[in-house]
């Protein structure tokens, strides 16, 4: 269990170690015998979520190198995009985002916190193809080094063997705070340096873990293959000797189209909302739980070993699902 993770350079950035919660309800109503909630939700950086962790190695890097503007990519509620944007905000640095996806009569949601942060975007109207958006971010670099500016390229939902290491440490984190080796770790998975990171952490810390993926986007087979990319990448980086095979646990049942909320996605926002005041989002989190509450009900999760949900953020997002959420106001008003 080797490794140097300790030497690699990062810039504070988020509010660890983030808190672990029991969800008594919540378990009770799923059939679980103990559900923790890992509240990476609350990392701060502008509404919180998984991002925060990877951007302290990413940032790290940009401030070390340097760089006086970032680029980065993603959908129209880009968590990532949004917590980037803070993050160079906070450090002093310039930014700019591509975004795709519908097109939009108005910002809300993370769209809104990206304006709140002046950032200049370009918008691809009904495309976010990971091609697309990374050819227009090379575009945009090439025009910056031309007028002398020494910009700065983060992949599309941070994903990088570097950014990785942010989950490799919250695994570390984890080992101190959930002393139950058999645990059962939950997360969604859409670019997946967060998957990546989780499953080599855990094998470095908590090595008796399984670590569960749910698909907001691609094909179970997909991820599989860039997991193992970004693991090895990452394993590279602190000089880790992966030392068994590498089970990637990964299932892609719980999603329709990205960024399109599910009828179960939905329910698991209300039951976690009602149940236990957690808010979940309609694009990733939400979805992670119906895939809990479906994989328990089947027998794949174990109802006996305890269950870590990681809550990766996304709140934003909740904001920008008025009508798909059918929000119907219980409400009074009174006139004096
Ligand atoms: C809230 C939330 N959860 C999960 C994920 C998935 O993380 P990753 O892209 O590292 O797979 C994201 C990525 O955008 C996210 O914003």
Redesign the pocket.
Known sequence: MKHNLDKILTIELANLPTPIQEAKKLAEAIGLSKLFIKRDDLTGLAGG???ARKLEYDFSEIVNGGYDVVITAGGVQ???ARMTAAAARKLGLDVKLVLGGPDFESAQGNLLLDVLFNVEIRYLVDDDANTSLESEMKRWSDELLIAGRKPFVIPI?G?TGLGALGYVKAMEELSYQCKHGNVQIIL????????AGTILGAQIFIPDARVIGIS?SRAAEAIRKRTLELIEESARLINYKISKNINIECYDDYHIEYGLMTDAGKQAIDLAANLEGVLL?PI??GKVMSGLIDLTEKGIVSKNNPVVFIH???MPILFSFESELGITLNCKKIYK
């Open positions: 979520g998984n991002k880009s968590n990532h939902g994903s969604g998975v859409g670019s997946c340096g967060t998957f907001v989002d990733y989190t990766t953020g996304g």
